[in-house]
């Protein structure tokens, strides 16, 4: 079984749930930016959660199927089309032999996981079948996929078709988007007036965003704390000796336009950081378009465990709701 | 050197063993990584060493933030007393200074830079009270380096100029960073030198190239057979400055699996360092290209 690309989209690439462990040498964790919506497609179409399926965003490929198999698409709402007719989203529907699954524009969210029963089979790498580019690790050849490729699937099951996530198991950023943060790291090295601006501001996402890091722009310039720099971090106020970057640390070169890493994060560098958005929160980022007006929003370390359980329930009901039917 | 602890989100706990650089920064970080791997905390999934500081990324669903706090606070006082005392290996790493491909790429990114009207050599070569290029190349190859992080992307080096602070090299980044840098330069940022393991955005200047791949994801290259990175914390490089010719038959020896980078096994000992720094540069050669 496998399905040729006859068109590549704009960037999609293989992704699972990523390869932790390797960050120490520079390799970050990857895998589904929505790893939500990853996790919900592969049970959709009745494939352990960590199967890889296609991780697309603002244009959907156009693939055709060399056998029956079941495809589901979740995240984004970019709607799925077999042979031109349309599929609903978030639900399992079947693809024959022969057929093409393509997709019409985004209407809101950024990114789309497409699940295919069985998963690709792209080799595992370090652990993991995520595409990491920058490194040609993993994923198809170490690359996004491109037209002419043929990806390999596994052996999978049409069971579940017309499976489907119930509307209010979706989960998607709201307007303005609300990012929860856990000031930290180096917020000392903001002012007192910085500190308040930073939150009190409405960012916006810049174009600049991709699946190593999220930059936002719009707020006010962040004033810092004066000091004599310590040897070795370099000039710049927001410069400090190279260290490493937590994934979901929000870095402010110069102190203009902060950026959030992400799956595919550096794991280290000199610029100062303000804080770290939570666990839950970070799939939201990952369907964030350039523009979307958003608001960092400062919680305590209980509060975040609080959200962190919260999505682990809502999961949890997500995969129950999978095993009734 | 005071010890801060910090979390990054719900997943991550930094510690910071000192604001600024230096070699006892470094072992009292890698002091208390080795304690807290030691120790096998539940919950702690990665262990990442930075150059004065480290990260460590935790479950917690497994270990409540404020229990893994106390713990590795517990780890502090221990690691403080260690013997900066490592078992290392010192690598020779070729270098084509001044080289066309990462001359091509600094000329493409001029208005970037803090001197558009030279290039990166000249640049760092003069702020560093250097008379020439070529004195600048002799003192950057001239001593060993001490690989104080890995990271970034892929296997990239950070490293610390093995002599006195005040004869160390310091350069400011590029003014913005460049969009592109050519594979293994060798390039330099803060008082940190680095070889870019692959293509991508950078903003170090920009010395040189190594024709020795030091992150091979196909692990096709002979030494890279085991593992796909080359380096790790605590490795000493000593570059040495080689020609176009040189250069070229590195690239083809390393295309036909012959290329095998001198290595050899050492001690590194901090305080022994300190006490005659040029001296023990020597020894430390010495064993590189002795028997």
């Known amino acids: 079984m496998a399905v040729k690309v006859l068109h590549h989209g704009l960037a999609t690439t293989v992704q699972d749930l990523g390869r932790p462990g390797y960050f120490h040498l520079g390799i970050p964790v990857g895998g589904a930016m929505d790893r939500y919506s990853m996790r919900a497609a592969n049970l959709l179409v009745g494939n352990d959660e960590g199967a890889a399926g296609l991780e697309a965003v603002f244009l959907g490929p156009k693939l055709e199927f060399t056998e029956d198999a079941l495809v589901a698409v979740t995240g984004a709402d970019m709607p799925a089309k077999v042979d031109g007719v349309l599929q609903p989203g978030w639900t399992a529907f079947k693809v024959e032999a022969g057929q093409v699954l393509s997709f019409d524009f985004l209407k809101s969210g950024a990114r789309i996981c497409i699940a295919v029963s069985g998963g690709i089979d792209v080799p595992v790498a370090l652990g993991s079948r995520s595409t990491y580019p920058i490194g040609a690790l993993g994923g198809f050849k170490g690359r996004p996929i491109a037209a002419g490729d043929v990806l390999p699937v596994g052996p999978g099951s049409l069971a579940s078709e017309g499976r489907t996530v119930a509307e209010e198991l979706r989960r998607k950023p709201g307007t303005p988007a609300e990012l929860r943060v856990i000031p930290g790291l180096y917020w000392h090295r903001l002012t007192a007036e910085a500190q308040q601006n930073f939150f009190a501001d409405e960012w916006r996402v810049a174009p600049e965003a991709d699946r190593m890091g999220y930059r936002f722009r719009g707020g006010r310039k962040l004033e810092f704390v004066e000091r004599q720099q310590p040897f070795g971090a370099g000039s710049d106020p927001s410069n400090i000796v190279d260290s490493c970057y937590p994934y979901g640390s929000i870095q402010v070169p110069g102190g203009t336009e902060p950026i959030i890493l992400h799956r595919d994060a550096v794991s280290g560098g000199g610029y100062f950081m303000v804080g770290t958005v939570i666990s839950a929160d970070m799939d939201l980022i990952g369907q964030l378009q350039?523009?979307?007006?958003?608001?960092?929003?400062?919680?305590t370390m209980e509060e975040a465990l609080a959200a962190r359980a919260e999505q682990a329930a809502l999961f949890e009901k997500l995969r129950r709701s999978m095993n009734w039917q | 050197?005071?010890?801060?602890?910090?979390?990054?989100?719900?997943?991550?706990?930094?510690?910071?063993?000192?604001?600024?650089?230096?070699?006892?920064?470094?072992?009292?970080?890698?002091?208390?990584?080795?304690?807290?791997?030691?120790?096998?905390?539940?919950?702690?999934?990665?262990?990442?060493?930075?150059?004065?500081?480290?990260?460590?990324?935790?479950?917690?669903?497994?270990?409540?933030?404020?229990?893994?706090?106390?713990?590795?606070?517990?780890?502090?006082?221990?690691?403080?007393?260690?013997?900066?005392?490592?078992?290392?290996?010192?690598?020779?790493?070729?270098?084509?200074?001044?080289?066309?491909?990462?001359?091509?790429?600094?000329?493409?990114?001029?208005?970037?830079h803090q001197d558009p009207n030279g290039t990166d050599l000249e640049y760092a070569a003069r702020i560093n009270n250097y008379a020439s290029v070529r004195e600048f190349i002799a003192a950057h190859s001239g001593s060993p380096w001490f690989v104080s992080m890995v990271g970034f992307v892929a296997g990239l080096p950070f490293m610390y100029q093995m002599v006195e602070r005040r004869r160390q090299i310091e350069v400011p980044k590029y003014l913005r960073p460049r969009t592109d840098t050519p594979r293994l330069t060798v390039g330099h940022g803060g008082c940190f030198g680095c070889i870019y393991s692959v293509r991508g955005a950078g903003g170090y200047q920009m010395f040189g190239i190594t024709p020795m791949p030091i992150f091979d994801p196909t692990q096709t290259t002979s030494y890279l057979s085991d593992f796909m990175v080359f380096f790790r914390p605590g490795d000493i490089v000593k570059f040495k400055s080689i020609d176009r010719e040189a250069y070229d038959q590195a690239v083809e020896d390393v295309d036909h699996s012959r290329f095998a980078p001198p290595i050899r096994e050492v001690s590194f000992d901090l305080a022994e360092f300190h006490k005659d720094i040029d001296g023990y540069n020597a020894k430390l050669e010495g064993m590189l290209y002795g028997g």
């Open chain 1, 290 to 299: 350039p523009h979307t007006p958003t608001r960092f929003v400062e919680v």
């Open chain 2, 1 to 112: 050197m005071t010890t801060r602890y910090s979390f990054g989100g719900d997943e991550h706990l930094f510690v910071e063993c000192s604001e600024e650089m230096s070699l006892e920064a470094f072992f009292k970080s890698l002091s208390m990584v080795n304690g807290v791997r030691e120790s096998g905390i539940r919950g702690v999934t990665e262990i990442c060493p930075a150059n004065a500081s480290f990260q460590i990324k935790f479950d917690p669903d497994t270990i409540h933030p404020d229990d893994l706090l106390k713990e590795v606070r517990a780890i502090e006082g221990a690691a403080e007393k260690a013997e900066p005392v490592i078992k290392t290996r010192i690598v020779e790493i070729p270098v084509f200074y001044n080289d066309p491909w990462t001359h091509e790429t600094l000329m493409r990114f001029r208005e970037r």
